[in-house]
């Protein structure tokens, strides 16, 4: 099957959609295209379940360098013909919230794993910011560089960025702007390990693998969105309204009586619950 794409590629192997990006020859450098194909893929693969989890990473040397800044000092001007091209948001699909690629990512269904093979800068790094999992190779390099653009964070990243690292390191890197080694991403929590560059797919993979073949689609789809979107609740009174029918519903249901079979029987189980078919009646964000 030929790839549909101009800016990314797509293989799905046994559960596990690996979304490249593809421009090698300019460092994978972002472009509205790119963008609005990665929305597309991330929607194809929330409605699709044949896909349990998507690989994120970088055709060549690097991951993402940033974006296409070929057209020079407009590069950033979207009023312009050249700054759309290569930054313009061409990517607001029918199930991302109407946040484009940013959307699209953060509302898919299906776990997401970023793994940086080499630099990621700008909205290289910021557009993995959404996904849910990110592991390095030793040698990548990252950077939040906007105030040394004359640029402000974007892609959500002023909203994702502390969640997930916290406030004063966020401060640190986006008032800065400057690089930093793969080691000082593992110390401040933007990546959960940092691999041999031999090994960063394999690993990535090794996690994949272990979520496609270990738990339920649906009870993925609901972890996902419970932590995302209920980790700022005002209180766990709030929390507790939501997850407790959730257990209910699901408890009663055929996932359940799986995963316990499987795990007295000790073998693997074989959920037969589907995302696109099966999700429970209690979920408060229905796509």
Known sequence: MSNPYQ????????????????????????TA??????????????????????????????????????????????????GSASFGDV?????????????AVYHCRKPAIAAFNGAAVGVGLTLTLPMDIRIAAEGAKFGFVFARRGLVPEAGSAW????????????????????????EALKGGLVS???????????????????????????IALTRQMLWKLSEASSPEEVL?????????????????????????KRPPVFPGRVSSDMPPE?????
Not at 7 to 27: F, Q
Not at 241 to 264: H, N, Q, T, W, Y
Request: proline content about 7%.
């Open 7 to 30: 800016h990314i590629s797509c293989e799905l192997e046994a559960g596990v959609l690996r979304l490249t990006l593809n421009r090698p020859d300019k460092l994978n450098a972002y």
């Open 193 to 219: 390990e940092v691999v041999a560059p031999d090994d960063l797919l394999p690993r990535a993979y090794e996690i994949a693998r272990s979520i496609a073949d270990n738990t339920a689609p649906v009870s």
């Open 241 to 265: 309204k939501i997850d407790g029918r959730l257990a209910m519903s699901l408890g009663a249901g055929p996932d359940v009586k799986e995963g316990v079979a499987a795990f007295l029987e």
């Open 33 to 82: 295209i790119m963008g609005a194909e990665i929305a597309e893929a991330f929607e194809r693969a929330d409605q699709d379940d044949a896909v349990r989890v998507v690989v994120v990473t970088g055709a060549g040397r690097a991951f993402c360098a940033g974006a296409d800044i070929s057209a020079g000092a407009d590069a950033f001007d979207t009023t312009s013909e050249k």
């Open 160 to 183: 994702f960025l502390p969640r997930l690292v916290g406030l004063p390191q966020a401060l640190r890197w986006c008032l800065d702007g400057a690089l930093f080694p793969a080691s």
């Open 283 to 287: 979920d408060p964000w229905p796509r």
């Open 91 to 103: 990517s607001k699909g029918p199930r991302s919230g109407g946040a484009g690629m940013v959307g």
